[in-house]
């Protein structure tokens, strides 16, 4: 029974913890790349707000020499144009900020949990060399007292050849 259970359902303990580290070393891949991620939508943001910054200042250069030149209509374009980027990076800016936060977070609980990962790992091999001390006890044992019980037809034989066939048998 215990073996057609084992098809379906892991019943091993060191094997179930195995699985769990796994498991763990999966969420660990998984955590990284979603770092690398962040990092990856951190470093587009920057160089948005720095080009929204380089067209904030080509705007207004504009919008000041429409201005000498007396035309209006292209002051305003200008000036508001350089206005929404203005309001565009201010948002931007503190949008990066939390993803710096989220960023220095999600890389503490990365390092943490690869220490954890570790400890867990170390704790399943030493749980594995123990459990494989007992096994390895435990059928030394078994096969001692399958010794001293002996095979009983066996043991009858022996004790009927030894009284009375003096050597024959």
């Not at 969420?27 to 920057?46: D, F, G, P, T």
């Not at 749980?127 to 010794?147: D, L, P, T, V």
Request: proline content about 1%.
């Amino acid at each position: 029974m215990r073996w057609v259970t084992g098809l379906f359902i892991k019943i091993d303990p060191i094997g179930i913890l195995k699985s769990y580290v796994d498991d763990l070393k999966t969420n660990l891949r998984k955590m990284n790349r979603q770092i690398s991620q962040l990092r990856a939508q951190m470093h587009k943001l920057k160089e948005l707000i720095i080009n929204n910054k380089k067209q904030i200042n080509t705007n207004l250069a504009e919008a000041g020499a429409a201005k000498d030149d007396n035309r209006r209509n292209v002051v305003i374009l200008k000036t508001r144009k350089a206005g929404r980027l203005k309001d565009s990076n201010i948002k931007l800016e503190k949008l990066y900020q939390k993803m710096e936060v989220m960023y220095r977070v999600l890389s503490k609980m990365y390092e943490n949990s690869e220490i954890m990962l570790e400890d867990i790992s170390d704790q399943v091999e030493v749980k594995e060399q123990e459990r494989k001390a007992i096994m390895a006890s435990h059928n030394a044992m078994g096969s001692a007292m399958k010794i001293l019980k002996g095979d009983k037809d066996k043991r009858e034989m022996f004790r009927s050849c030894t009284r009375g066939c003096s050597g024959r048998c």
